[in-house]
T-cell receptor, first 112, second 115 residues
Framework: LAKTTQPISMDSYEGQEVNITCSHN???????ITWYQQFPSQGPRFIIQ???TKVTNEVASLFIPADRKSSTLSLPRVSLSDTAVYYC?????????????FGTGTRLTIIP | DAGVIQSPRHEVTEMGQEVTLRCKPI?????LFWYRQTMMRGLELLIY????????DSGMPEDRFSAKMPNASFSTLKIQPSEPRDSAVYFC?????????????FGSGTRLTVV
């Protein structure tokens, strides 16, 4: 599985747009990029997944450049409730998804 | 659907005692995973099942740990005997077979403290 690198922590003020970048230089052709969110005392929760270009859902946007060696999770107009740890994972679908490996994640703190 | 259900939410036990953690996956999900989370090591995969069969237990730390899945709706993770270094949050997750669009669904975890 491709190794990922993310910032250990980030702070942001309420109402700001937050961008968390993940590096995955060894991403394989059939790998997808998936982001999870984990609140204190809860298990991780799937947020968004993409393969290339841009994906958007009701929670976030995911930007993936053409070389796919990095990806950026964008959270629009964050609120205090977005304080959580965010994990970037890279793995192929199907068989690869069966053994997702979580790194240390990015601890995002939203400041009032 | 009630999601992945784990019990108990909290467990405090004395060193040397047997501990059993329980998990009910989402109905219809063919894959079940047990993870352990600590501050030092992050989220580690311990073992996973496919259609109730253990596929990979290479993450199980030692013989004191065992996991079973007697049927599609129930799994247990047992630690015998427990040690203080086993203190962690243990998560169970399930996933539908071959569906990469939604990833895993995690339970709320069991916080285990061994004193």
């Amino acid at each position: 599985l491709a190794k990922t690198t993310q910032p250990i922590s980030m702070d942001s003020y309420e109402g700001q747009e937050v961008n968390i970048t993940c590096s995955h230089n060894n991403i394989a052709t059939n790998d997808y990029i998936t982001w999870y969110q984990q609140f204190p005392s809860q298990g991780p929760r799937f947020i968004i997944q993409g393969y290339k270009t841009k994906v958007t859902n009701e929670v976030a946007s995911l930007f993936i450049p053409a070389d796919r060696k990095s990806s950026t999770l964008s959270l629009p107009r964050v609120s205090l409730s977005d304080t959580a740890v965010y994990y970037c994972l890279v793995a192929p679908p199907g068989f690869g998804n069966e053994k997702l490996t979580f790194g240390t994640g990015t601890r995002l703190t939203i400041i009032p | 659907d009630a999601g992945v259900i784990q019990s108990p939410r909290h467990e405090v036990t004395e060193m040397g005692q047997e501990v059993t953690l329980r998990c009910k996956p989402i109905s219809g999900h063919d894959y079940l995973f047990w993870y352990r989370q600590t501050m030092m090591r992050g989220l580690e995969l311990l073992i996973y099942f496919n259609n109730n069969v253990p596929i990979d237990d290479s993450g199980m730390p030692e013989d004191r740990f065992s996991a079973k899945m007697p049927n599609a709706s129930f799994s247990t993770l047992k630690i015998q005997p427990s040690e203080p270094r086993d203190s962690a949050v243990y998560f169970c997750a399930s996933s539908p077979s071959g569906d990469s669009n939604y990833g895993y669904t995690f339970g709320s975890g069991t916080r285990l403290t061994v004193v």
